[in-house]
C-alpha cells in the first residue's frame, strides 16, 4: 500500500494544513501527525547554518577552540554552529558505510525527515536518492529544498510506509535508516529493505538501542520512548532480524563515545529539549547504546 494515494487533511498546532496518509495502523497515523506538527527549534535553526535539515544527532569531538568563550555575544550561534557540524558528521559517516555508488544507482532514505542525508549523498555521489517519510510536511519541505538547489530531479521525497514501498524487487543499491528505525517492526522493515536491495547491495543503519547487557530497557530508554512515541529495539533484535531478513552484518559500530559529546554541548545550549538528560545518563550508565550497523544483502 503506497500512503500518499489516500490522505485527510487537518489542522496543525501552527495552523496550517497538512495531510496525514491513511495509515496501515492507527500507530502510524498517531506518527505522521506527531512529524506533521513537529517544528522544534533545535532541528530547525541547526538547519538554517547552511540549508541541509536533519532529523538526527551529531557526533565527534565538539571544537571548543571555534566556540571561544561562552561571554561573546556570537557564543551561541557558534555553538548551535557547531552542533549542526557534528550533525552532518554523523551523515558522513553513515555515507562512509554505503559502499561503492555509481552515479546511476538509485538509494533508498527510509524515514527521510526534512532530507538533509539525501541532499548529502546525491552530492557525494552524484546518484538518485528516493525519500520515503510519514509525514507531508517533511515531504514537502525536502522537495522544496531540493528544488531551491536545483537537484530535484535527483533528490525526491515522498508519503510512503517505509514497511511497504513502490519500488522494483532488486532495483535498488544501497539504503538507509538513519535514527528512523525505532517506529516500525524490524522484521517488516529488513524484510522490505531486503526486498528492494539488489543481491550485494548494502544497508547501513544509525540508531539507539538498549544494551542487552543491561537486562532491560532502563527508565532513561522509557522516557527517551515517551518523548518521542516511539519504541526503541535492543541491539539483539537489529542483528537477529537482519539474519532472518538476508542482510549479513558487515560492520557493527559502537558510536557511543562519539555521541555523548554532542549530547553534552547541547545541553548547554537554548535549543534543550528536556530529553538530553535521559540520553547523556543512558549512555554513561551503559543502558542505551548508538550503533551504526552496515549490512549487504545475500
Not at 67 to 87: F, M, P, Q
Request: glycine share 8%.
Amino acid at each position: 500500500m503506497d500512503l500518499s494515494v489516500t490522505s485527510t487533511e487537518y489542522t496543525t498546532v501552527t495552523g496550517t494544513s497538512a495531510f496525514v496518509p491513511s495509515p496501515a495502523t492507527p500507530y502510524q497515523g498517531d506518527i505522521a501527525r506527531y512529524w506533521n506538527d513537529e517544528a522544534r527549534p533545535v532541528n530547525l535553526r541547526l538547519g538554517d547554518v547552511d540549508g541541509l535539515y536533519h532529523h538526527h544527532y551529531g557526533i565527534g569531538a565538539v571544537d571548543h577552540a571555534a566556540l571561544g568563550s561562552s561571554a561573546d555575544s556570537e557564543y551561541e550561534k557558534k555553538l548551535i554552529t557547531e552542533l549542526h557540524r557534528l550533525e552532518s558528521a554523523q551523515a558522513e559517516v553513515l555515507l562512509d558505510n554505503l559502499g561503492a555508488i555509481g552515479r546511476d544507482d538509485t538509494l533508498v532514505d527510509a524515514g527521510c525527515g526534512r532530507g538533509g542525508s539525501s541532499v548529502m549523498a546525491h552530492q557525494r555521489f552524484g546518484c538518485k536518492v528516493e525519500g520515503v517519510t510519514l509525514s507531508s510536511t517533511q515531504a514537502d519541505f525536502g522537495n522544496r529544498r531540493a528544488r531551491e538547489l536545483g537537484i530535484d530531479d535527483h533528490v525526491h521525497a515522498q508519503v510512503c510506509n517505509m514497511l511497504d514501498t513502490p519500488f522494483e524487487k532488486g532495483s535498488i543499491a544501497a539504503s538507509w535508516n538513519n535514527e528512523s528505525s525505532m517506529y516500525v517492526d524490524l522484521d517488516d522493515l529488513f524484510a522490505e529493505h531486503s526486498r528492494f536491495l539488489k543481491v550485494g547491495g548494502r544497508y547501513v543503519t544509525i540508531t539507539g538501542c538498549w544494551n542487552p547487557r543491561y537486562g532491560q530497557p532502563s527508565k532513561w530508554v522509557s522516557q527517551i520512548n515517551a518523548h518521542f512515541e516511539c519504541n526503541i529495539h535492543s541491539r539483539r533484535e537489529y542483528l537477529r532480524a537482519m539474519a532472518d531478513n538476508r542482510l549479513v552484518p558487515q560492520a557493527v559500530i559502537d558510536l557511543t563515545p562519539d555521541t555523548l559529546p554532542y549530547w553534552e554541548l547541547r545541553a548547554t545550549s537554548s535549543l534543550v529539549t528536556g530529553i538530553e538528560e535521559a540520553f547523556i545518563n543512558s549512555y554513561r550508565d551503559g543502558s542505551f547504546q548508538y550503533v551504526l550497523i552496515a549490512a549487504d544483502r545475500v
